[in-house]
Nanobody, 124 residues
Framework: QVQLVESGGGLVQAGGSLRLSCAASGLTFSSYVMGWFRQAPGKEREFVASITRHGGSTYYADSVKGRFTISRDNAKNTVYLQMNSLKPEDTAVYYC?????????????????WGQGTQVTVSS
């Protein structure tokens, strides 16, 4: 079965950095657009970033543009999210997701598979 397993979350001070990883199995990784979403307590899940199947195009939410970088390694079936200049408002559970598409999407319901999430906490 398909599994997406996130790692790399933790507690960091404002201004710090974290790198999230998401290892995929049970699917043809290079056939999927990969995305990162996040959900803070009491808020809806929101789009963070996405990357096309071979990494040619990336897309970001305005709130993270210039601070976060999404990348992928199809040989390792892994997608990454490098997060720099972290702010307290970045605190959330971060989820990776896979969408069987050619083009990127920020729409939650277009992603078929989801990981269990990893907690990121940014202290002020």
């Amino acid at each position: 079965q398909v599994q997406l397993v996130e790692s790399g979350g933790g507690l960091v001070q404002a201004g710090g950095s974290l790198r999230l990883s998401c290892a995929a199995s049970g699917l043809t990784f290079s056939s999927y657009v990969m995305g990162w979403f996040r959900q803070a307590p009491g808020k809806e899940r929101e789009f963070v970033a996405s990357i096309t199947r071979h990494g040619g195009s990336t897309y970001y939410a305005d709130s993270v543009k210039g601070r976060f970088t999404i990348s992928r390694d199809n040989a390792k079936n892994t997608v990454y999210l490098q997060m720099n200049s972290l702010k307290p408002e970045d605190t959330a559970v971060y989820y990776c997701a896979a969408a069987p598409r050619y083009s990127s999407t920020f729409k939650f319901n277009e992603y078929d598979y989801w990981g269990q999430g990893t907690q990121v906490t940014v202290s002020s």
